[in-house]
């Protein structure tokens, strides 16, 4: 099952943020008092980094006239923070920076009883692609030296990743499913974890989104070795795509912000028009190009379709995954 940028993008292709007209349907409202900016992954990760540096866009520019409180609540692949919005005690004032584990983790786990069609779209920030990456201490440059390590250890290769039966999981079962290999899997709250695991040599690979590794790469401890997009990435120019490599499968993570069930019309369009104009604005752009993400403008309606394709792809991607093909 292949989650390809031209896929996300077809659906959203003539959106663009109007302020203007949400503001109207805002129809004055204004926060009462401070916001809670839920994480739904731990500290460190794509997820955490991207809702600080927009909490810090948002507070630089006196968009709110209350703060924006970041909080991290990665447990159980993000269920802590589905059920903290679920059972939000004033949806006005509960957002939530989103992941894939949006979809994921209410399939994989229907006792919580979350449905994510009672939640609320605010703004789709980008979608997110992933990298293969190894420590540059373990001697591969190649994805083919990679391939010929990981079959040689037949089983004792390690990686870690987000979660269990999420992003990570589902990229590396993809790559393993395709080239024969074994790997352990070992799942952590956040991707900032991970990338610090690789560092430490603690795991052997990852497949951390560019931003969470970005850091260790551009001190020359990581190589990436594979691209999980449709086209080579510009701040990777010399990484192939497994595309590329013969095997038709990409896919992206999403960088989205919604709203607790239940929110009204008049706070759903005051925080559209705030992450919109944080959308459109030059840093959050400049953050975009930094961090290899791909624009991906939706109003609710798309947003509502998109969450619906997703739901089903996940279904798709989960049951080849826990069917081990």
Same mark, same amino acid.
């Given at each position: ?40 992954? %731990? ?67 229907? %006792? ?214």
């Amino acid at each position: 099952m292949k989650l390809t940028k031209r896929m996300f993008l077809g659906l959203a292709a003539s959106t663009a943020f109007v302020a203007m007209p949400l503001a109207a349907l805002a129809d004055g409202w204004t926060p009462k008092r401070p916001i809670d900016f839920t994480i739904m992954a %731990g500290a460190g990760g794509g997820a955490d980094q991207i809702a600080r540096f927009v909490q810090s866009v948002v507070e630089a520019n006196d968009m709110t006239n209350r703060p924006l409180i970041p909080t991290n609540r990665g447990g159980g692949s993000g269920a802590e923070a589905l059920l903290h919005l679920k059972d939000a005690r004033d949806a006005d004032h509960t957002i939530m920076v989103t992941l894939n584990s949006f979809y994921t983790t209410p399939i994989r786990q229907e %006792g919580l009883g979350i449905d994510i069609e009672t939640f609320t779209p605010i703004t789709m920030m980008g979608v997110d692609p992933f990298v293969l990456w190894v420590h540059k201490d373990s001697g591969i440059t190649t994805f083919e030296e990679y391939v010929a390590k990981v079959q040689e250890m037949d089983g004792d290769f390690v990686m870690g990743g987000t979660g269990s039966g999420q992003e990570d999981s589902i990229v590396i079962a993809a790559m393993s499913d395709a080239y024969d290999l074994k790997i352990k899997y070992i799942p952590y709250d956040g991707g900032g974890a991970v990338a610090k695991d690789l560092a430490g040599k603690q795991i052997m690979a990852t497949v951390n989104n560019p931003a969470e590794a970005k850091g260790f790469y551009e001190a020359g401890e990581f190589v990436p070795l594979l691209a999980f997009s449709d086209e080579r990435m510009p701040a990777y120019p010399d990484v192939p795509t497994m595309k590329e490599k013969g095997h038709d499968f990409s896919y992206y993570n999403q960088r989205a912000i919604v709203g607790a069930p239940g929110m009204s019309a008049e706070a759903a369009a005051y925080y559209r028009e705030v992450f919109g104009k944080v959308y459109k604005g030059a840093d959050w752009q400049g953050y975009l190009t930094a961090e290899s993400l791909s624009p991906l403008p939706m109003d609710e309606g798309e947003t509502r379709a998109y969450w619906s394709v997703q739901v089903e792809n996940h279904r798709k991607l989960l049951s080849a995954l826990e069917g081990g093909s």
